[in-house]
């Protein structure tokens, strides 16, 4: 080796240190550049000796594009990258929230909120190692995961990408970061970014921080708390997250007091990094910097100087960097922005490139291409889907219950919006940015699960809007309704009113008044269920937003598993109660925070 900083042999430390000081300041700002691939040119990577290629929500190769097709992408980019001056490997990172979620045919898992009922810290980190598998497939090596917020009003758009409005909850399932990138050894340095191998992925803790606490749950909006609030409620999963080596964590497009996280100096800087020991680097969320002057974007370079000298080492720029690499080599060049500033920032973004092995193995891992989608996966999915859903209702008469039930039954109406939609049971980031409704991936729907649970001589009579004809037949045994939300992400998702959407409400009173009845809502957070169609119902599951394994649901709603669930949200009756958490003083959930029958214990 004939530099300190290609040798491997070398401590970390060492190689930061020496690669930093053969840089120029543009090749220390470009290391700082995050840009989305669209705008990825190979002159651009290379010139610009740019950090960091993403894809945002949806953007892919071209349709349906494998994880082979994702890995010659990225192989490509980065072989631009190596041909730079100092030929330093980019990081190319991914919204892989549940699942490697943007590739078809990867696995998807439950949303957050669907694994925060699961209360299995395990399960998680299993989801974690299988995540990351599927990943570095697709020769990504970089998630924008785990989402950390603790969401505390379910109007939010974002609630379903929180673990649990309870804070020691969202701790627990903080469990998927060492799934993801593996687990530290003992006495492994705090704070220090950690990454095993090649079958791990660089992890992101996000939106630091208080994301999940605004004001009505307004999505980019304003958390209004003192210092302690912030730091019981919505830090304290950072603590979990940094002390298990998490390597990124990324700044929350919110404020706290009116003040832009993006441009907090105070919480970037001197808690997250100097107080918490984050040894990491920090990144931007999208065009964040844009929105730290009025009008948005007006002043660029304000804009940069506000947010670098603030803590943001990477900046998620994404389109215009060469305007962005400018503004920032002159604002160093005139003193806004210290070198110190800038090599702290690179410091960090190296010594997560060296953690992570990328000088070592730059480009794609095609031997794990046949994880993708596998059955251990898939299995592992449904034991999710199976251990998320909360049973509220099980019988008008709790001494005679509804569930299990009957595969064996004569004819079975299955119907509702959400019942063979395998779009809708996986939500928003999945495919594309806010999801789509219908066949958007491999899996099996929840209509499909049923089909295969029931016996031979069963007869299932599927349709989204039952006809009067069907609903005044004599000879249907039971029916199964899935009602829902339609797929959402961010702002798209901020709901003041929480009714079931597609006229869920109806579909369930007009079936619920003719036959016994089992309700499953696949959603991305509680919705409004009002008294009088609660009692119509002869059964009630909540199922979040399972994703592709719709096997899970019938493997409990006919008995072969038991409910595990709680819920990890309260419910509320009435929207005029929110905010409302557990431990409120004024606290009158329909169901409350960890509620959910079980078959054995009632
Ligand atoms: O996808 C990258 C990040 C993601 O990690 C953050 O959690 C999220 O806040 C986030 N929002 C955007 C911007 N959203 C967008 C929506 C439609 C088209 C293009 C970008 C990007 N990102």
Known sequence: FNCIYRNPNEPVEARVKDLLSRMTLKEKVGQMTQIERRVSTPDAIRDFSIGSVLSAGGSVPFEKALSSDWADMVDGFQRSALESRLGIPLIYGIDAVHGNNSVYGATIFPHNVGLGATRDADLVKRIGAATALEVRASGIHYTFAPCVAVCRDPRWGRCYESYSEDTEIVRKMTSIVTGLQGQPPQGYPKGYPFVLG??????????????????????????????????????????????????????????????????????????????????????????????????????????????????????????????????????????????????????????????????????????????????LHRDLARE??????????????????????????????????????????????????????????????????????????????????????????????????????????????????????????????????????????????????????????????????????????????????DFEGLLPVSWFKRVEQLPMNALDNSYDPLYPLGYGLTYNKG
């Open 198 to 375: 090649r079958n791990n992925t660089i992890a992101c803790a996000k939106h630091f921080v208080g994301d999940g606490g605004t004001h009505k749950g307004l999505n980019e909006g304003n958390t209004i708390s003192s210092y302690d609030d912030l730091e019981r409620i919505h830090m304290a999963p950072y603590l979990n997250c940094i002390s298990d080596g998490v390597s990124t964590v990324m700044a929350s497009y919110s404020s706290w007091n009116g003040s832009k996280l993006h441009a907090d100096r105070f919480l970037l800087t001197e808690i997250l990094k100097d107080k918490l020991g984050f040894k990491g680097f920090v990144i931007s969320d999208w065009e964040a910097l844009d929105q730290l002057c009025e009008p948005r974007g007006a002043d660029y370079r304000f804009c940069i100087s506000s947010a670098v000298n603030a803590g943001i080492d990477m900046v998620m720029v994404p389109f215009r960097y060469e305007q962005f690499v400018k503004d920032l080599v002159y604002l160093v060049e005139h003193g806004n922005i210290s070198m110190s500033r800038i090599d702290d920032a690179v410091e960090r973004i190296l010594r997560v490139k060296f953690v992570s092995g990328l000088f070592e193995h730059p480009f794609s891992d095609r031997s794990l291409l046949d994880m993708v989608g596998c059955k």
């Open 384 to 561: 999710a889907v199976r251990k998320s859903l909360v049973l509220l209702k099980n019988g008008k008469d709790s001494r005679k219950p509804f569930l299990p039930l009957d595969r064996k039954a004569k004819r079975i109406l299955v119907a509702g919006t959400h019942a063979d939609d395998l779009g809708y049971q996986c939500g928003g980031w999945t495919a594309t940015w806010d999801g789509r409704s219908g066949r958007i991936t491999t899996g099996t729907t929840v209509l499909e699960a049923i089909q295969k649970a029931v016996g031979d001589d069963t007869e299932i009579i599927y349709e989204q809007y039952p006809s009067a004809d069907t609903l005044a037949r004599e000879d249907i045994s039971f029916a199964i309704v899935a009602v829902g939300e339609g797929p959402y992400a961010e702002f798209r998702g901020d709901n003041l009113e929480l009714a079931i959407p597609f006229n869920g409400t109806d579909v369930i009173s007009s079936v619920a008044d003719r036959l016994p009845t089992l309700v499953i809502l696949i959603s991305g957070r509680p919705l409004t269920l009002e008294p009088w169609l609660l009692e119509k119902m002869d059964a009630l599951v909540a199922a979040w937003l399972p994703g592709s394994e719709g096997e899970g649901i019938a493997d409990v709603i006919f008995g072969d598993y």
